[in-house]
Structures are given as structure tokens and as C-alpha cells.
């Protein structure tokens, strides 16, 4: 646009109004992009005034991430590579130019690291059309790579993800997740550790541990459960089929999961995916998933408890 200033590297810009670092990475306009088309089609006055979705039969033989791509040469069961496009950088620390004195804006070096997940080798396989053994390696996977990459000096947050759908804005179809290691606490993650904080201070007890035993009580918006999970249309959630995936137990991170939990999990995780695909039949339903856990940084948050929400961008 006329007369903003691009980045030349990867930075943190400070937003004064939300009090929130934004990452600024000009590579990002270099992804690949296998979307062939896109399209908005008119949905029944019932469910909603329309429903936007994509085309996602992207040929295999030119997708980086399927078996013979030079990052993937060999056949993998869960692969996990780093970010050719990251915006951030474990060994970004030269000085910055800061603006003058007086001004409302802040600049800082964009640390940290980025990280791709591949969930399967197959390219046309969705979460939900796995086996629930592929989707337990998949859990695995993630909990090796927060205790590898939190360990990391200077790593404050393990932000594990998936984004789903062109309409959230994926470059490839093929199936995959992605993490961001962060040197700060993103101030959605610092707002609701704070939430955490002052109800077990005034209450001495877990947030997430008296809703779990209201929506058991409860049980109207449980939609599945199993020993360990439950997954639920949240009282409060903010969005038209938002579900949040809730341990029973009072764990912190993917660091207190067990094999059973792991693989508890996975069923429950595959059974949201499930839904979301019978949802509206032959349309990629768009979401973004975000796991939610305790920060690496080695302070104390015992009165955190992890959780998973799903976020559908349909209004």
C-alpha cells in the first residue's frame, strides 16, 4: 500500500491499542500454494446464507510435503520439518533500528522458531479419515516437540495448531499442523492464565476442573467422552459450532499425558474432525485449532489446566 513501510526481515511490530506483538515476515508472501480454485455456493436459508469452501484436489506429484518432494524422500508415518517461510528465528537477535523518541511504536526482533507437522504421507486423508493409531503417533509427535523445543533457552510458549480450509487461509491441502515457539506469552495465552490464576486464588481450586464437573453434571453439551476426554459445545463459546476438547484430569501440557491419555485423546480428537466432515457433506469444513498449555518458561501454573478449542470461521 502506498506509503507503508515493508520489513525487510522477520520482526515483532507492537500493537498499542490490543498491547500485543504482531509478527511481521516478509518471506510469508513466498509460500507455495496449491489451491487451484476457490468458490462460494448458496447454502439452505436453514443452516446458512452461504457457505464459502475450495477445491481440494491439488495434485499430488506437485505438493512438497508427499513422498519423492526433496524435503520428503522417504515414506514417513508423522514428519516433522522446520518452516521454510518462518516469521520467526532462533538466531534473529542483531540490534534494530528503533523509531525516534515519542513515537507510539515499538520494534523488536521476531525470535523464535516454526516448525511443520505432517499428520500422514497420504494426501487426500484428513484428520478424521485416519486411524486412531495414526492419530495417537500424531499426539506422540506433539508431545515430543514441546518438551524438545520448550527446552530450548529462550522458548517462553509451545503454540501447537492446525489450520484447516482456504477460507482460514491454507497454502497447501496437504494434511498438516503447524507450531510456533515464542521468546514472549501471546497476550490471548498471558489473559487467560491470568483467568486461571485468580479463580484458584479466590476459589483454591481449577477453573477448568469445576467446568468439567458442571458440564458432567450437567451433561446437555458433552458430545463424547471417554476415560480421560470429553468434548464440548462450550457454554461460552464465541462462535457457531466451536467445540473444546477438556482432559477430566488436571494436567498442564502434553508433558503430563501418559500413553493412555495420548491415546484417549486421539479418539477424541478424531471424533471432532469426524463431525466437522458429516457437518456439511462434500465441503471442506474450515477451522482452526489451537491447543492450549502451559507456557515453557519454568515458572509455576500449577492452576493451568490444557485444553484444545476448535474455532469454525462460518457465522
Same mark, same amino acid.
Given at each position: 500500500?502506498?506509503?507503508?513501510? *515493508?520489513?525487510?526481515?522477520?520482526?515483532?511490530?507492537?500493537?498499542?491499542?490490543?498491547? %500485543?506483538?504482531?509478527i511481521?515476515?516478509?518471506?510469508?508472501?513466498?509460500?507455495?500454494?496449491?489451491?487451484?480454485?476457490?468458490?462460494?455456493?448458496?447454502?439452505?436459508?436453514?443452516?446458512?446464507?452461504?457457505?464459502?469452501?475450495? /477445491?481440494?484436489?491439488?495434485?499430488?506429484?506437485?505438493?512438497?510435503?508427499?513422498?519423492g518432494?526433496?524435503?520428503?524422500?522417504?515414506?514417513?508415518? &508423522?514428519?516433522? *520439518?522446520?518452516?521454510?517461510? /518462518?516469521?520467526l528465528?532462533?538466531?534473529?537477535?542483531?540490534?534494530?533500528?528503533?523509531?525516534?523518541?515519542?513515537?507510539?511504536?515499538?520494534?523488536?526482533?521476531?525470535?523464535?522458531l516454526?516448525?511443520? +507437522? *505432517?499428520?500422514?504421507?497420504?494426501?487426500?486423508?484428513?484428520?478424521?479419515?485416519?486411524? $486412531?493409531?495414526? +492419530?495417537?503417533?500424531?499426539?506422540?509427535?506433539?508431545?515430543?516437540?514441546?518438551?524438545? +523445543?520448550?527446552? !530450548?533457552?529462550?522458548?517462553?510458549?509451545?503454540?501447537?495448531?492446525?489450520?484447516?480450509?482456504?477460507?482460514?487461509?491454507?497454502?497447501?491441502?496437504?494434511?498438516?499442523?503447524?507450531?510456533?515457539?515464542?521468546s514472549? #506469552?501471546?497476550?490471548?495465552?498471558?489473559?487467560?492464565?491470568?483467568?486461571?490464576?485468580?479463580y484458584?486464588?479466590?476459589?483454591?481450586?481449577?477453573?477448568?476442573?469445576? #467446568? &468439567?464437573?458442571?458440564?458432567?453434571? @450437567?451433561?446437555?453439551r @458433552?458430545?463424547?467422552?471417554?476415560?480421560?476426554f470429553?468434548?464440548?459445545?462450550?457454554?461460552?463459546?464465541?462462535?457457531?459450532?466451536? $467445540?473444546? @476438547?477438556?482432559?477430566k484430569?488436571?494436567?498442564?501440557s502434553?508433558?503430563?499425558?501418559?500413553?493412555r !491419555? !495420548?491415546?484417549?485423546?486421539?479418539? @477424541?480428537?478424531?471424533?471432532?474432525?469426524?463431525?466437522?466432515?458429516?457437518?456439511?457433506?462434500?465441503?471442506?469444513?474450515?477451522? &482452526? !485449532?489451537?491447543?492450549?498449555?502451559?507456557?515453557?518458561n %519454568?515458572?509455576?501454573?500449577?492452576?493451568?489446566?490444557?485444553?484444545?478449542?476448535?474455532?469454525?470461521?462460518?457465522?
Amino acid at each position: 500500500m502506498p506509503g507503508q513501510q *515493508l520489513a525487510a526481515r522477520n520482526e515483532l511490530r507492537w500493537n498499542p491499542f490490543f498491547r %500485543k506483538w504482531i509478527i511481521v515476515a516478509p518471506s510469508r508472501q513466498d509460500r507455495p500454494v496449491d489451491v487451484k480454485d476457490q468458490k462460494v455456493e448458496a447454502a439452505q436459508k436453514k443452516t446458512r446464507d452461504y457457505i464459502a469452501t475450495q /477445491s481440494s484436489t491439488s495434485s499430488p506429484k506437485k505438493c512438497p510435503f508427499c513422498v519423492g518432494a526433496p524435503e520428503v524422500p522417504e515414506p514417513f508415518d &508423522v514428519k516433522i *520439518l522446520p518452516n521454510k517461510f /518462518s516469521g520467526l528465528d532462533l538466531d534473529n537477535k542483531e540490534p534494530f533500528t528503533l523509531p525516534g523518541v515519542g513515537s507510539p511504536y515499538k520494534v523488536a526482533p521476531a525470535i523464535g522458531l516454526q516448525e511443520i +507437522v *505432517l499428520f500422514s504421507a497420504e494426501h487426500d486423508k484428513k484428520l478424521g479419515d485416519l486411524p $486412531v493409531d495414526q +492419530v495417537a503417533k500424531i499426539v506422540k509427535a506433539w508431545k515430543e516437540q514441546y518438551m524438545r +523445543v520448550g527446552a !530450548m533457552p529462550g522458548i517462553q510458549y509451545i503454540y501447537q495448531f492446525e489450520n484447516r480450509g482456504s477460507m482460514i487461509g491454507v497454502s497447501l491441502s496437504h494434511p498438516h499442523g503447524q507450531m510456533y515457539a515464542f521468546s514472549w #506469552i501471546p497476550l490471548y495465552i498471558a489473559t487467560e492464565l491470568q483467568s486461571f490464576k485468580e479463580y484458584h486464588e479466590e476459589r483454591k481450586r481449577c477453573l477448568l476442573c469445576d #467446568i &468439567v464437573a458442571e458440564e458432567k453434571r @450437567i451433561f446437555d453439551r @458433552i458430545i463424547k467422552e471417554n476415560d480421560n476426554f470429553m468434548e464440548v459445545a462450550p457454554f461460552y463459546a464465541l462462535w457457531p459450532h466451536e $467445540v473444546h @476438547i477438556y482432559p477430566k484430569k488436571h494436567v498442564q501440557s502434553f508433558a503430563d499425558l501418559d500413553d493412555r !491419555m !495420548m491415546k484417549d485423546f486421539a479418539e @477424541i480428537l478424531k471424533d471432532v474432525n469426524q463431525r466437522y466432515d458429516r457437518l456439511y457433506p462434500g465441503i471442506e469444513f474450515a477451522f &482452526v !485449532m489451537a491447543i492450549h498449555q502451559k507456557p515453557t518458561n %519454568k515458572e509455576n501454573y500449577d492452576f493451568y489446566h490444557f485444553h484444545v478449542d476448535f474455532y469454525p470461521p462460518l457465522r
